[in-house]
């Protein structure tokens, strides 16, 4: 009897001195993760600041695929909220407190297993070749959380995993994102010419990016300097394009409103285009999809039973460029291949 009453007075001994301990435990916490993401700041932000987003790459969405996810009327930006449900990952959700342009701040609350809630925090540091991100949360510790952590190691060693995963999944998505692209041929419209300032060359086809990135500044730098008013997004004119001998003739051009007479030492020259008919083809995305843009063309004239007009350039016209647009995934490029006007 006397060695069961020293066993119950053992018992009470560690449980008090466990919860003395836990007690003087540091309430508050910090827990972060950073990653280098290779992709605009922009892109990164947009994607963590939407919350439609989150199912693709939150690394607890992903351990509970049953799990319901709701929406607020509102899911990026101030006030957006989220909320989810799950048997693995239990009951909670999230709300957007404060959104800046190099940063996010959010509100979590957790309901089951049980109550509590933190502030988490982004930051987007922008660098040379990508985005250092960080993902954080900040809070404090009631008695209870502070005994299940203690016996699991510590909130960083249990959460800190978790954000490293989930920053492993936003860097796969962020960068599935911006491999998007899509190619829809228009069909047969008439282009309708005009005036236009340029600048031509002859090259390698390998040389293409870098003939254009040197020539378009200081064609655009010509008509911004001379305030001429320009009549559309601009373009590149192929003459000759020629796959067998890797040969390419073209022209990188600003449309205009009006003939413009350009000085003889600038190096910049006026075009003029005839309207023409021609088939039309959109693409949506990165550059480097040109080619199955352009052979999308092809392939639609070829089986439409249409006629290609050799003497005529086709153009490449840019709705918009990598110094506006973050993503590439959401540049726009019309292609023009001229044809043969079918008679009637």
Partial sequence: MKVLKYILLLLLLMIVAGSIYIATLEN???VKRTRV????????FDIINDYKSWPEWSPWLGQDPNATVAY?????????????????????????LSVLEDSISQKIT????WESSSNVYWKLNPKKNGTVVTWGMTGELDFKSKAFMAFNGGIDK????DYVLGLIKLDSVVNAKMQEYSITVNGVTTHGGGYYLYQSTSCKMEELPQKFAEMMPKVISYVENN???????????????DSENNAVIMSVAVPVTE?????????????FLKPFIAVKTTLKGDYKNSKEAWNTAYKYIGDNNLEQLEIAPAIEVYLNTPSN????????????????????
């Fill in 227 to 241: 305030n001429i008013t320009t009549a559309g997004p601009p373009f590149t004119i192929y003459h000759t394009f």
């Fill in 37 to 44: 993401i290779e992709a605009p700041a922009e892109v990164v």
């Fill in 158 to 161: 249990q959460v800190g995993p």
């Fill in 72 to 96: 607020g009327a509102k899911t990026s930006g101030v006030g957006a909220t989220y909320s989810w449900s799950g048997e693995i990952i239990g009951e909670g959700n999230m709300e957007t």
């Fill in 325 to 344: 647009t973050a993503n590439p995934a959401n540049l726009r490029t019309e292609i023009f291949v001229p044809i043969k006007e079918e008679k009637p």
């Fill in 259 to 271: 003939r413009v007479i350009t000085s003889s030492d600038s190096g910049i020259l006026t075009g």
């Fill in 28 to 30: 508050n916490y910090h």
């Fill in 110 to 113: 957790f309901i089951k297993p």
